[in-house]
């Protein structure tokens, strides 16, 4: 196989976890990830989502782990952070992707709609990162993260 252009990106023998990757700007990281040769955890609250961006992934030649999880349910996500280490051997990226906007105006939303937002938007981001960073650090070739946001967070 020929070598890859000098400005390509190559992901081999890595392993990244996209939160909110069962969709959307998640897919899409989670399939570009599977095509510069990473192994792939798609993290994603809607079951079948997961699962069918982990068979996209598979159909590129890598290993997808779909994990069907609530990112604000912090007992899901170290289930989940666990299961990666298991069965993918680490993490070596992190994507903070997950995350979600209210359909009404604000002054028309409730304490508990605001806290809401506040878990999905940042609590989520720092409770994946607690439980990934020790497994990054465990692999002991550094690693990246990347947080997504938007006006929500």
Known sequence: MPNPPATAITLENRVALITGGGAGIGRSIALACA????????LDIIPERCEETAERVRELGR????????VTDSAQVQSAVESIRETLGGIDILVNNAGGTARKPFLDQSERSWRRHIDLNLVSVLTITAAAVPIIIEGGRGGSIINISSIEA
Do not use: E, N, Q, T
């Open 63 to 70: 290993r997808a782990l779909p994990l069907p999880a609530d």
């Open 35 to 42: 095509g510069a040769g990473a192994d792939v955890a798609i």
